[in-house]
Nanobody
Framework: QVQLVESGGGSVQPGGSLKLSCVTS????????MAWYRQAPGKERAMVARITSGGTTSYADSVKGRFTISRDNSINTVYLQMNSLKPEDTAVYYC??????????WGQGTQVTVSS
């Protein structure tokens, strides 16, 4: 059974930082491209950051320079370091794993709220 379990969400003031973690089980983490998505109320889910199985990273324009995605395959974990948080970063953040074929998995999400 494949599981992706996110943690690290919470409430923070503007300008603050949070670090999200996603621990996977049931898959060989290193074979998958991993990504973080977010969904704000009334908006579609959108990709925030992505890291390929080879370690190449990419980011949404809105978070470039503020967010950093990383992975530690030895402990089946992907991270999202979020700095200089803004109110518009408020959303539910989801971890996603995929590789070619019918291999496409989501976590349950973790809430991030940025408010003064």
């Amino acid at each position: 059974q494949v599981q992706l379990v996110e943690s690290g969400g919470g409430s923070v003031q503007p300008g603050g930082s949070l670090k999200l973690s996603c621990v996977t089980s049931g898959i060989v983490n290193g074979l998958y491209d991993m990504a973080w998505y977010r969904q704000a109320p009334g908006k579609e889910r959108a990709m925030v950051a992505r890291i390929t199985s080879g370690g190449t990273t990419s980011y949404a324009d809105s978070v470039k320079g503020r967010f950093t995605i990383s992975r530690d395959n030895s402990i089946n974990t992907v991270y999202l370091q979020m700095n200089s948080l803004k109110p518009e970063d408020t959303a539910v953040y989801y971890c996603h794993a995929n590789r070619p074929g019918p291999f496409n998995y989501w976590g349950q999400g973790t809430q991030v709220t940025v408010s003064s």
